[in-house]
């Protein structure tokens, strides 16, 4: 049965959810993983329908989305600026009616986070956020999966941040708060993160290093994430060099803990943000990373429209 209007959930960013719900929710990852390994069908979402609205490129976050409600016995409806109304000025607020009238889930990349959160407001279903400016929070549940699958609990760990302060830091900052882990955060200086923008009350969940080795000194995961992000590419030459000493490196992951992982969330650019004998090397978590995508996600649209299982 549909939930009704006071039961319904989005996903517009990580803190929508409590721990609680993480807990949930990554056990649930682990089972969902587990029996599609095992080729077990499972079709909870036959008749539904997932619309993927695109305002950026993506690889992974559509093909994730998409194989996933498959799986689970759904379809799913891709558009993008280029090819709906939405490249001709219809307003965002009629596309969430009108959408929302057809299928039972949306999930929107776009720019400004304000921009999902006047859809959300005008949907009758669940939205869910698939990258803004500001927050990557599908990319963050699966990073954190993918961390409590090799190493377990991620409550009292320290994540290294070297880069941008852009829309993954800031979602790897609401983590901290909602999950009780610590970000140590490097960036070049005018590209720090903003707690405000992050949305975070307690400051105690990040710390801010000027090098981004002493960012990385003692860490239980380091990650970092392209010097330019969609939407910035105007700025990409001043960018490279403003970022060149933050290449995660040999030297970085040595003063990592010795069991230290890496990650991106992908499109990486070796020898810019990582070099390739991190991303390649054995303390890399990359392509398990971007599997988990479509694991997490999976539970992710089944909470939203069917609760909890069992
Ligand atoms: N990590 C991520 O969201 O990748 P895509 O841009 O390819 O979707
Ligand atoms: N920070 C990057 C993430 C890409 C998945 C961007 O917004 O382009």
Redesign the pocket.
């Known amino acids: 049965m549909k939930p009704g209007p006071s039961l319904m959930k989005h996903y517009l960013q990580f803190k929508d959810f409590r721990a609680e719900e993480y807990a949930y929710l990554f056990e649930r990852a682990r089972i969902i993983k587990q029996r599609f390994k095992n080729y077990e069908k499972y079709h909870p979402l036959a008749d539904r329908t997932l619309a993927m609205i695109f305002e950026k490129?993506?690889?992974?976050?559509?093909v994730s989305f998409e194989a996933g409600m498959y799986q689970m016995g759904g379809s799913v409806v891709h558009l993008t600026t280029g090819d709906s109304q939405l490249g001709r000025a219809e307003p965002i607020e009629d596309t969430a009616r009108v959408i929302s009238r057809m299928v039972d889930l949306v999930m929107i990349?776009t720019y400004e986070q304000a921009k999902l959160e006047r859809f959300a407001a005008h949907s009758r279903v669940p939205v869910i956020n698939g990258?803004t400016n500001e927050f990557?929070p599908?990319?963050i549940l699966a990073d954190v999966f993918t961390f409590i699958e090799h190493r377990g609990d991620i409550r009292g760990k320290v994540v290294a941040w070297v880069g941008d302060g852009n829309n993954m830091a800031h979602t790897w900052l609401q983590a901290a708060e909602v999950l009780g882990f610590t970000v140590h955060v490097s960036t070049p200086s005018g590209y720090e993160v903003d707690p405000r923008v992050a949305g975070i009350r307690d400051t105690s969940c990040f710390r801010v290093f000027k090098d981004p080795m002493d960012a990385c000194r003692g860490a239980h995961l380091v990650t970092t994430d392209v010097w330019t992000s969609m939407g910035f590419e105007a700025e990409s030459e001043t960018r490279r060099k403003a970022f060149a000493d933050w290449c995660v490196d040999a030297e970085m992951m040595a003063v990592a803990r010795p069991d230290a992982l890496f990650m991106h969330?992908?499109?990486a650019h070796r020898g810019e943000e990582v070099a390739a004998d991190v991303i390649d090397g054995p303390q890399s978590v990359v392509w398990d990373e971007?599997e988990n995508?479509m694991h997490v996600q999976k539970v992710l649209m089944e909470y939203l429209l069917l609760g909890r299982i069992g």
């Open positions: 490129a993506s690889t992974r976050t559509r990349r990258l990557h599908c990319q969330c992908l499109p971007a995508r």
